[in-house]
Antibody, heavy 120, light 110 residues
Framework: QVQLQESGPGLVKPSQTLSLTCTVSGDSFVSGAYYWNWIRQPAGKGLEWIGLIYLSGSTNYNPSLKSRVSISVDTSRSQFSLTLDSLTAADTAVYYC????????????WGQGTMVSVSS | QSALTQPASVSGSPGQSITISCTGT?????????VSWYQQHPGKAPTLIIFDVNNWPSGLSNRFSGSKSGDTASLTISGLQAEDEADYFC??????????FGGGTHLTVL
C-alpha cells in the first residue's frame, strides 16, 4: 500500500526559504503512471495546488507561485521535495504531498500534511 | 488563474440528498472531463471521492455521484448520514496542465 509522508521544519522566518520533503513508500514511485504534487491549505481556507513533478524531472507550477517555487525528485530515495523562497506570513499553511495519476489528474493518495508557520 | 467557485455551505437532514456545485470556465471544468471531488474532515487530509466527473474510486460508497453541464460540475450526496458532515472540494485540470481547486463547501447534516 502506497503511503506518503511529509517532513520539514514547522517554523520558518520571513524572507527565508522553506524546504519540505515527501517520502513515498510502496512501488508506485518508479511507475510512469503518476505525478507527484505539493498542495497547501491555510488554516480555515481552501486548497491551493503548488505544483507537480514527473519521474523524468519535468515540472509544472501554479502560475501565482512559479517565481518562488521549485520541485525536485530523488528516485534513489523515493522522495520528492519542495522549495519555496521569499517567505511571508501568507505562506503559513498545512502543506500536503499527494499523488495524481496521469490519466485523470485526480489526487488519489495524500500525505497526512505538515504545518508550516512563517513567523519571526 | 482563478479558483473554481463553490457555495460556502450547504445543509441537509439525514436521509435527504444535497448537491454541491463547482463552476469554472471553458479553460478548465468546461474544457476537460478531469473534474474530481474530495472530502475533508477536520484535522485530516482530503480523500478522493469522485474522479473524471462521475467515477468512484474502488471501495467507495455509491451515495456520492458526480455530473457536469457546461462549465459547472456537481456533486450529489444521497441518503445523507451524520458522517458526511465535512468540507468538500472540487478540482479540475486546466489549460497548460495546471490544476485548480474550488474554495470548498462545508456540509452540515442537521
Amino acid at each position: 500500500q502506497v503511503q506518503l509522508q511529509e517532513s520539514g521544519p514547522g517554523l520558518v522566518k520571513p524572507s527565508q526559504t522553506l524546504s519540505l520533503t515527501c517520502t513515498v513508500s510502496g512501488d508506485s514511485f518508479v511507475s510512469g503512471a503518476y505525478y507527484w504534487n505539493w498542495i497547501r491549505q491555510p488554516a480555515g481556507k481552501g486548497l491551493e495546488w503548488i505544483g507537480l513533478i514527473y519521474l523524468s524531472g519535468s515540472t509544472n507550477y501554479n502560475p501565482s507561485l512559479k517565481s518562488r517555487v521549485s520541485i525536485s525528485v530523488d528516485t534513489s530515495r523515493s522522495q520528492f521535495s519542495l522549495t519555496l523562497d521569499s517567505l511571508t506570513a501568507a505562506d503559513t499553511a498545512v502543506y500536503y504531498c499527494a499523488r495524481s495519476n496521469t490519466w485523470s489528474h485526480a489526487f488519489d493518495i495524500w500525505g497526512q500534511g505538515t504545518m508550516v508557520s512563517v513567523s519571526s | 488563474q482563478s479558483a473554481l467557485t463553490q457555495p460556502a455551505s450547504v445543509s441537509g437532514s439525514p436521509g435527504q440528498s444535497i448537491t454541491i456545485s463547482c463552476t469554472g470556465t471553458t479553460s478548465d471544468v468546461g474544457g476537460y472531463n478531469y473534474v474530481s471531488w474530495y472530502q475533508q474532515h477536520p484535522g485530516k487530509a482530503p480523500t478522493l471521492i469522485i474522479f473524471d466527473v462521475n467515477n468512484w474510486p474502488s471501495g467507495l460508497s455509491n451515495r456520492f455521484s458526480g455530473s457536469k453541464s457546461g462549465d459547472t460540475a456537481s456533486l450529489t450526496i444521497s441518503g445523507l448520514q451524520a458522517e458526511d458532515e465535512a468540507d468538500y472540494f472540487c478540482s479540475s485540470y486546466s489549460d497548460s496542465g495546471t490544476l485548480l481547486f474550488g474554495g470548498g463547501t462545508h456540509l452540515t447534516v442537521l
